[in-house]
């Protein structure tokens, strides 16, 4: 009998410190993602000055209120860092093809959908698209190539979409001029008024439609 009870006790207090290891395992693991979104998010804020490109590893840490010998427990470099960034770009941009989409198949006019997606997307991440204005045509090549890349990506998942209407020629070219006025547009409308920024949306939806009969009437040569 006391053996039973001393096998018994024995087991309980091997199953609570299997789940005390557990709970910590998880609270550390908690933590570390914490610290992560902790320094891409002070990176975010501090490239809304100066671009990505002139930070310091220091700046970043400083404003994380993070040790340097922290930093590199999640990321190898800076490079690292950028790219990681430049990974949350790309799936804002994905997100939004895909609620356009949704919509647009919710008897959403196409256009004018697509314009008020992005636009509600990009108010709502305006950090990610300072850093996709910034990081086009500056900064290290890798970076740069990174960004392009996310930016064909999402110029040929429209080009997708618009090849579904049979009246349009150059679709990729299409495609990619589209792609273009939208994002100079989002630039353009990142610091204005709202009154601006009805505008911007208005002309922008004018640029679009102008493209998409264009690429209708277009002969091909």
């Known amino acids: 009998m006391l053996y039973l009870l001393r096998h018994l006790v024995a087991n309980l ?3 609570r410190t299997r789940r005390e290891q557990k709970i910590a395992m998880t609270t550390r693991a908690e933590q570390k993602e ?3 979104l902790t320094i891409i998010q002070a990176a975010l804020t501090l490239s809304e000055d100066k671009g990505f490109n002139a930070l310091s590893l220091r ?6 209120n ?3 010998a922290t930093f590199y427990r999640h990321f190898d470099d800076m490079e690292e860092l950028g790219l990681v960034l430049v990974d949350q770009v790309g ?3 994905r997100q939004i093809m895909r609620k356009a989409r949704q919509r647009i198949r919710n008897n959403g006019s196409v256009i004018e959908t697509s314009v008020e997606t992005f ?7 305006p950090q990610l698209f300072r850093l996709l204005a910034s990081g086009l045509n500056s ?3 890798q970076f740069r190539q990174a960004l392009q890349k996310e930016k064909r990506r999402f110029i040929e998942e429209l080009a997708d979409d618009l090849n579904q209407d049979t009246r349009l020629k150059l679709v990729p ?3 990619e001029l589209m792609v273009n006025q939208v994002f100079i547009a989002g630039i353009e409308a990142l610091d204005k008024t709202n009154p601006d920024i009805k505008l911007i949306k208005s002309n922008l939806v004018q640029q679009l439609r102008m493209a998409f009969l264009g690429s209708i009437n277009i002969k091909n040569t």
Do not use: D, H, Q, S
């Not at 700046?59 to 994380?64: K, M, P, Q, Y």
């Open 173 to 175: 070219l299409a495609a």
């Open 91 to 93: 799936l804002t941009l």
């Open 66 to 68: 993070i040790a340097p």
């Open 13 to 15: 207090t091997l199953c």
């Open 34 to 36: 914490k610290t992560r």
């Open 139 to 141: 900064g290290p090549i």
């Open 59 to 64: 700046e970043v840490t400083r404003e994380a």
């Open 119 to 125: 636009f509600e997307y990009m108010n709502l991440n």
